[in-house]
């Protein structure tokens, strides 16, 4: 190992001088110099999450003429790294040893960095848990400008409806702040149904919201891109929730194109209060000290269905170690009403929001033998208050 640390100032500078598509190599090229580590490579989870896609981008890794290897995630070291957020370090040939180091952004689990070292002293680990939580940051940079990491996630073909709904997502599914942590999880049906989540956080306030627009295949998938952009729209003008709910629901009345249901929150960072307007969407259930209670709202009529009376907000009572789940009809209905969901609310409470979230969503898969007849949308919220100085998984932070 050269005597020099792993300077991330050079990785960093050295990583935006290069092409999108060769930063991830820069941190490898680093890694071998600064360590000699061999077989270096970034693995990345497919959409649906079963699969982890390898990017051979040094030497000793093996992979498939593409430059990509594809690798069951579930009972894999791999997985235990995304679970846990900690390194992994197992004995390896001659002495050598195997690392994999969590690559994660604020909650959202990226991937993972996978290298051989002759040497894993704390400084070693210390300067690859650094040089992991770099290369998070230059991808979460630099996949605006490339679709590699987009066509590697994709193991099966992707339908004109499963690419529009895909991309009214939030480019990361899970986010974490002093005050929250937040995931959501869509698991789309064989015929898309046209379910969205989204969040956005403000200096002192945090939006969310969930949405079912009706139908399937394109149609819902454009029903659900004219819903989404006029709450974006709304939001990002500074409308207040009601307001926000009256453009989303003009936006479908003067389109003539549907209805779809939906939940508006806005909570408030200093002070957690939360206003909440429901238009004819499911009732969240709200976890506090054990206990897990389906929440009575007042809803209003869905989106583009006329109505004369306003949107109604409602106050919603949230305290420090709350958690609350929403989800859409895809995670109650038919077969997936087999799902005790409760009970697998309760039974996941010590986990982080994005695991529970697959879990739940991965039960309705199961019930429904992965054909789900509806998208099936869970977006979980664990708020630590106000006062709080630290989120409950402290690991998970990048």
Known sequence: MDGEALRLGDVLAEAASASPVDSV???????????????????????VGETLVRL???DGVEAEAEGITRIGLRGSVYEKVLLTQRLHVEPGDDGARRVVAPVTNRGDCIG????????????VLRQ?????????????????????????????????????????????????????SVAGG?????????????YALDRDTLHLSITDAMGHDTKSALLATLLVGALRGARRAGCDIVEQADRAHRALVEHDCGIA???????????????????GHPRPFRLRGGRVEELTLVANLPFGVPSPRPYRVQGLDLRPGDRLIMLTDGMQDRAAAGVDLPALIHDTRRLHPRETVAALVGSVRTACRDRLPDDATVLCLDWYGSDATGPRFPSTRG
């Open 186 to 198: 869509l698991v789309p049906a064989d015929d898309i149904g046209g379910d969205t989540y989204d």
């Open 56 to 58: 051979a981008i040094a």
């Open 112 to 123: 993972v960095l996978e290298m051989t070292l002759p040497d894993t002293d704390e400084s």
């Open 25 to 47: 190599d820069v941190v490898a090229r680093h890694l071998q110099k600064r360590f000699h580590a061999v077989c270096v490579s970034f693995l990345f989870a497919d959409l």
């Open 128 to 180: 690859v848990r650094e040089a992991a939580r770099a290369l998070a940051y230059i991808i979460v940079t630099d996949r605006r400008f490339t679709d590699l990491y987009h066509c590697g996630r994709r193991t099966t073909p992707t339908s004109l409806a499963a690419e529009i709904q895909h991309n009214l997502l939030p480019s990361a599914s899970c986010c974490e702040a002093t005050q929250f």
């Open 261 to 279: 249901t939906g939940q508006l929150l806005r909570i408030g960072l200093d002070n957690g209060t939360v206003r909440l307007v429901n238009a």
